[in-house]
């Protein structure tokens, strides 16, 4: 079962405050990385689809809701590769296509 989240932290100096965006959390583990910009992050890092932090100031919300909470809004990137990830990106593209026309 899916489960979206969404961060609650405003970052310090002020720049884009807190990002109203609601992100699909990946399930699937991730491989070890370390790169020089990053830290190390281990398999077990929960990250969403698009690659946002799961850890620190979230809220989850589960299962995954059919419409986000007032004040947010789908994370473009999430929604897109979990299609992928579950099979449904021809449909979805179908539905965004006879929306377009």
Request: charged share 20%.
């Amino acid at each position: 079962m899916a489960t979206a989240f969404y961060s609650s932290c405003i970052c310090s100096p002020p720049r884009a405050g807190m990002v109203p965006r609601l992100h699909i959390l990946r399930e699937a583990p991730r491989r070890a990385t370390y790169r020089a910009a990053e830290q190390f992050r281990s398999p077990d890092t929960q990250v969403g689809w698009c690659g946002t932090g799961a850890w620190g100031h979230r809220h989850d919300i589960s299962p995954l809701p059919t419409e986000p909470p007032t004040g947010l809004r789908w994370c473009g990137a999430c929604v897109g590769r979990y299609a992928d990830h579950i099979g449904q990106l021809d449909a979805l593209a179908a539905q965004l296509a006879e929306v377009a026309t």
